[in-house]
């Protein structure tokens, strides 16, 4: 019997379906989501090159958008070309350890936007309501202790997750009917209980994330109160522009999460086929979406792009 046990708590491979109900398709459904994977490599390594390059973007709201890009490589690059490998070559196999590997990332990167996009708002409400301390509020000592801060917050999150998927034994079926590894969707193959995971998987994240959502909506109260208070119009329409784009990647980033989550805890009446698709489309929407937004509102970013595409069509 022990030997039995210790056989099964770690399998050797899992088998990844893709989305079940639409096997047929699945090499149509590559296509448009290898097309915004691609999107995301080029604008977010587009976004990356420029702040390291350009002095000018030198500033901390940039160095946290710099993260951003980062954290929305690791989100799609986790998932997406696993993914594309099962639509188009039928790799269904993947390892316990790269599925925990896989599963950290995924898992990581989400926690981490969350304090990344916090952390930003913290940005916008200095550079507002307190502009002229903005540089010594702001130092680049203080940006690193914000990054360090809220990297190993999200670390020492998401870590007990895979400790609590490799203490499980998996005796039944190692066939997962997702795309890529998430902590509930392994937990359940599991011929255990599962309480623990399912609760610290559901409420310590998003009770983080939740906690995010609250301060951020504090920053912007404070910012909107501030800047309906200034006398000048000019001034009012520049204190929102820098805003808008910020307030466009949150919204971009917490509403589908939102929705996805609470329709995977509660929607029991949505196809398993609708979740999967969902989920898909939102390690690959957002990671896309962020640099195309960031370009087109804001000046300084949107100015370096043209600058940099225009002088290389010059040579």
């Not at 599925?99 to 936007?113: E, K, N, R």
């Amino acid at each position: 019997m022990i030997i039995f046990n210790v056989s099964n708590y770690n399998p050797a491979t899992f088998i990844l379906v893709g989305i079940p109900g639409l096997e047929q398709a699945h090499v149509w459904i590559g296509i448009p989501f290898c097309t915004i994977y691609i999107v995301a490599i080029v604008g977010n390594c587009i976004l990356l090159y420029l702040i390291m390059v350009e002095r000018s973007l030198h500033e901390p709201m940039f160095f946290f958008l710099l993260m951003l890009a980062m954290t929305d490589l690791i989100l799609s690059t986790a998932c997406v070309p696993k993914t594309l490998s099962i639509f188009w070559f039928g790799a269904q196999e993947i390892t316990f350890p790269g599925c925990l590997t896989q599963m950290f990332f995924l898992h990581y990167s989400f926690v981490l936007d969350s304090a990344i996009l916090m952390a930003m708002a913290f940005d916008r409400y200095v550079a507002i309501c307190s502009p002229l301390r903005y540089t010594t509020i702001l130092t680049p000592k203080t940006i690193i202790k914000i990054i360090v801060g809220i990297s190993f917050r999200s670390f020492c999150i998401i870590l007990p997750v895979v400790f609590l998927l490799t203490r499980l034994p998996f005796c039944r079926t190692h066939v997962i009917p997702h795309t890529y590894c998430e902590h509930i969707g392994v937990a359940r193959l599991a011929c255990a209980d599962i309480s623990i995971n399912i609760w610290y998987g559901f409420c310590v994240p998003i009770m983080t994330v939740i906690s995010d959502v609250i301060l951020i909506a504090v920053s912007y109260t404070l910012i909107l109160y501030a800047v309906f208070r200034l006398p000048s119009q000019d001034a009012l329409q520049k204190a929102l522009g820098t805003c808008g784009s910020h307030v466009c990647v949150i919204l971009i980033f917490y509403t589908p999460a939102f929705f996805s989550i609470l329709a995977h805890r509660f929607g029991h009446n949505v196809s398993s086929t609708f979740h999967i698709m969902f989920a898909n489309l939102y390690i690959v929407v957002p990671p896309a979406l962020n640099p195309i937004v960031y370009g087109v509102k804001t000046k300084q970013i949107r100015d370096k792009v043209i600058l940099l595409f225009s002088a290389k069509g010059t040579e």
